[in-house]
């Protein structure tokens, strides 16, 4: 809600950053009641920490934004792409149809900056974890894809940079981020979905090498121990 009202100001660096935290406080609060209307919390002691861990991750990404907003122009939040009709990737020799939601897009200098807002553990690039991951970043790729091909739609440049920006409430904003070396998210993320559409143009439905990465497939029951 904040950025859907105020985006273009916040970025464009209107008002303080004291003013847009108690908006965003304004607007945590107000979301919060909502949902606690509709799935209520048992005790007040789980309501203020529910509260305090919302108001908390909200002033930490407003404050995140504002640190890095120079140079920086609002493009909006929840774009969709694919929504009436599927946007058509080429893939491998086959044809992907995709439909979803951008988070965050911005002008960040001459590229456009996709952003993927998270809450939970940050996956920073660091270690077993420094390059493009299939099961971290084929998301944030497939955003990064479609931002590309809707470059002229949108009104923002082909070239593409793309970050995930984990916002738990547990301290300061970070980014897993795609800036200077956006083409090995690209090309990594290319493959993948080469992949995927070559097995599902197959029919082949091989079974993950490591079963952690199958924590929230519905499928899993069917595969069995091999």
């Known amino acids: 809600d904040l950025y859907r009202a105020h985006g273009a100001d916040l970025v464009a660096g209107k008002d303080s950053l004291t ?20 799935v209520p919390l048992v005790g007040e002691g789980a309501r203020r920490k529910e509260r305090k861990r919302l108001l908390e991750a909200a002033r930490a990404f407003v404050a995140y934004d504002w640190k890095g907003r120079a140079g920086r122009r609002f493009v909006g939040v929840e774009l969709p792409f694919g929504e009436r009709v ?20 911005d002008v960040e200098g001459d590229a456009a ?3 993927d807002v998270k809450s939970g553990k940050p996956h920073l ?4 974890e420094a390059g493009p991951v299939a099961r971290i970043d084929v998301q944030i ?3 990064a894809l479609a931002a590309r091909a809707l470059a002229a739609a949108w009104g923002t440049p082909r070239t ?6 984990y916002a738990s409430g547990r301290g300061e904003v970070e980014e897993r981020a795609f800036r200077g070396d956006a083409g090995t ?26 079963e952690d990465d199958c924590g929230y497939c519905p499928f899993r029951p069917l595969c069995g121990s091999e």
């Open 125 to 128: 690039r660091r270690g077993e």
């Open 185 to 210: 998210l690209e090309r990594a993320t290319e493959e993948w979905l080469a992949t995927s559409a070559q097995l599902l143009a197959s029919r082949a439905f091989p079974p993950a090498p490591d």
């Open 141 to 143: 790729g497939v955003y």
């Open 86 to 105: 599927p946007l058509v990737l080429p893939a491998g020799g086959e044809t992907l149809h995709l439909r979803g939601y951008l988070d965050r897009v």
């Open 113 to 115: 900056l996709v952003r």
């Open 19 to 38: 003013a847009w935290l108690l908006v965003a406080d304004g607007i945590a609060d107000r979301r919060l009641e909502e949902l606690l209307s509709e």
């Open 160 to 165: 593409v940079i793309a970050a995930y920006a």
